[in-house]
């Protein structure tokens, strides 16, 4: 079964930098478009970044130039490198499979997600 593990999340200044990463297997990760999100309560998950198989990347307005996202396809792994960081970065992350099902089209999956806090 499609499994999403991330890692990664914590405390940090702003201004600070922090990385995510987000183990994943049961599915063809090379030919998956990868992702992360974001979430704070009350407000709607959020798209923070999408890394393709052919390794085009997505970035939201509100994080360009500070975030990368990268994928390492010997490792199952995608990565979302923070920097500059802000408070109002402070959410829930989490990352995320579109994997094409066959009889079911292109369905979404996601980690559990992981706690990313940017507080002096």
């Known amino acids: 079964q499609v499994q999403l593990v991330e890692s990664g999340g914590g405390l940090v200044q702003p201004g600070g930098s922090l990385g995510l990463s987000c183990a994943a297997s049961?599915?063809?990760?090379?030919?998956?478009?990868m992702g992360w999100y974001r979430q704070v309560p009350g407000k709607e998950r959020e798209l923070v970044a999408t890394?393709?198989?052919?390794?085009?990347?997505n970035y939201a307005d509100s994080v360009k130039g500070r975030f990368t996202i990268s994928r390492d396809n010997s490792k199952n792994t995608v990565y979302l490198q923070m920097t500059n960081m802000k408070p109002e970065d402070t959410a829930v992350y989490y990352c995320?499979?579109?994997?094409?099902?066959?009889?079911?089209?292109?369905?979404?999956?996601w980690g559990k997600g992981i706690l990313v806090t940017v507080s002096s």
């Open positions: 995320n499979a579109n994997i094409w099902v066959p009889g079911q089209g292109r369905m979404n999956y």
């Open positions: 049961g599915f063809a990760f090379s030919t998956t478009l």
């Open positions: 890394v393709s198989s052919v390794f085009i990347k």
